[in-house]
């Protein structure tokens, strides 16, 4: 059964920093892409970052330079590694697979399959 779940959500104050755990099982990272997208309360669900076999895809515009996206084969998992967090960067944080060897070009979310239940990520003093 192929489950995504996420953790390492938390409170933390402006400038901090949070390292968000996407674990997957029963599908292979070499042959899904994995998303990061994030959801504000009123906002529209939109894409983070992306990682797949050949290479990461930057989605946001507003944490380039600040967030980065990894991956550890042997343990299943993706890694959101977050610096310099600011309040707007406050949301609900998703993982997501898509079965493709590369990332989708756009944050497209219907292009994702399979997604986590999410962690909560709040950036506040």
């Known amino acids: 059964q192929l489950q995504l779940v996420e953790s390492g959500g938390g409170l933390v104050q402006p400038g901090g920093s949070l390292r968000l755990s996407c674990v997957v099982s029963?599908?292979?990272?070499?042959?899904?892409?994995i998303g990061w997208f994030r959801q504000a309360p009123g906002k529209e669900r939109e894409g983070v970052l992306c990682i797949s076999k050949i290479g990461s895809t930057n989605y946001a515009d507003s944490v380039k330079g600040r967030f980065t996206i990894s991956r550890d084969n042997a343990k299943n998992t993706v890694y959101l590694q977050m610096n310099s967090l600011k309040p707007e960067d406050a949301a609900i944080y998703y993982c997501?697979?898509?079965?493709?060897?590369?990332?989708?070009?756009?944050?497209?979310?219907?292009?994702?399959?399979?997604w986590g239940q999410g962690t909560q990520v709040t950036v506040s003093s």
């Open positions: 997501a697979a898509t079965r493709s060897y590369q990332c989708p070009p756009q944050a497209v979310i219907y292009e994702y399959d399979y």
């Open positions: 029963g599908l292979s990272l070499d042959d899904y892409a």
